[in-house]
């Protein structure tokens, strides 16, 4: 059944964007087939090219200098957290995600007993978790990358920052996951295939366009819906500072791509961008179908086909992955992805309704969090 899954979604891909389905190919072969992301560890040789500038004058936009400025006034250490908090992920007064939100809750396979119940809410978010720190262990290593692939002097020297922010969002999403929940789930397919895409490409705006616009806007969606629910107050105090940082990063990208996608690239190369972001949304949202638990715990109960159709119809799981696109439709649309031509695509989606939010240039971390 998986492998007729797969062959479906290439297949699909290949009759929406042919030209895109060639580029993501291989990573998707190694991700979907192969699944390589099931590895412990993998290395992946990464194809752009360092860009040198011995004038030291290609400074790029004034806002990179900007939030190079603030980057280092927002710089934050790790082990200030309060790690000493004793996290119960099975204590039902302190709920790290709401049970609403557990994929299978209300439906009649749903678990009676408590402690049964508590185990798949403890998974649910070891899940998550795990997912958003393999995202940012591929930001980590990408955000290196827009350093040395970026054409702007000053966009280099914050880029340099963000490598900073993600390695620390590396180590406290590894140590909560590992020292609080004691459950680590490996990479999804879908984030593995395109982390590997960005990763091998080797043009520096794609780089920009996966990791600074797709993943990071993807995850400030998510990081700021979890923020609002979880009721665990380290994890709560662990978000902010995460959020706080990742409104940077996503600033950034938006001022990275907006002229030059708008204003350098020609027409079919931008339609180009505009697809390949609309094909790495559908993954990104098949990133939550949560088929790890389904696996887990409800493999024996219903089969995969119909969960996978419960959460595509499901009220509660469509309007959560819904939500975690609040932050990625505007800044698309303020680079100039989001056309009269694509619209009507992301609006079978259901996302296209958060196009009028306001975009990562125009927001702080507070509002992020509101």
Do not use: C
Not at 336 to 341: A, E, K, Q, V
């Amino acid at each position: 059944m998986e492998i007729t899954e797969n062959i479906s979604t290439l297949g699909n891909m290949v009759l929406r964007n042919p030209k895109v389905a060639a580029e993501l190919f291989p990573s998707a072969i190694a991700g979907y087939v192969l699944h390589q992301g099931d590895n412990n560890t993998l290395k992946i040789v990464s194809g752009h090219a360092v860009h040198y500038d011995w004038t030291y004058s290609n400074f790029g936009n004034p806002e990179f200098k900007t939030l190079y400025r603030r980057a280092y006034k927002g710089q934050w250490d790790a082990e200030d957290l309060a790690w000493d908090t004793k996290v119960d992920p099975y204590n039902p007064n302190v709920a790290i995600i709401p049970e609403r939100l557990v994929p299978g809750f209300g439906e009649k396979f749903y678990p009676k007993d408590l402690r049964a119940r508590q185990k798949i809410q403890h998974s649910a978010i070891s899940f998550l978790l795990s997912q958003f720190l393999h995202g940012e262990q591929g930001a980590l290593y990408i955000a290196g990358e827009t350093v040395e692939a970026s054409p702007w002097f000053d966009a280099k020297l914050y880029g340099s920052t963000q490598v900073v922010d993600e390695g620390r969002h590396v180590e406290v999403f590894a140590r909560f996951l590992q020292q609080k929940l004691e459950k680590l789930y490996h990479v999804n397919d879908n984030l593995f295939v395109i982390l590997r895409s960005i990763t091998a490409g080797s043009d520096w705006d794609l780089k920009f366009l996966g990791m600074q616009i797709m993943i990071e806007g993807l995850a400030l969606g998510a990081f700021g819906t979890l923020y609002k629910f979880t009721e665990e107050p380290l994890l709560k105090q662990l978000l902010k500072q995460v959020i706080s940082d990742e409104a940077r990063h996503v600033h950034y990208g938006v001022v990275a791509l907006r002229d030059y996608f708008t204003k350098e690239i020609s027409e079919s190369k931008r339609r180009e961008r505009e697809d390949w972001a609309y094909e790495v949304a559908i993954m990104l949202r098949n990133r939550f179908h949560f088929l790890e638990i389904h696996e887990e715990f409800y493999g024996q109960s219903i089969s995969r086909k119909d969960w996978l159709h419960l959460l595509d119809t499901s009220e509660m799981m469509t309007e959560f992955r819904q939500q975690l696109f609040t932050r990625m439709i505007p800044n698309l649309k303020a680079i100039g992805l989001l056309s009269d031509r694509i619209r009507p695509k992301y609006a079978q989606l259901g996302i296209l309704k958060y196009e009028h939010e306001r975009s990562a240039d125009h927001l702080t971390a507070e509002d992020l969090m509101r």
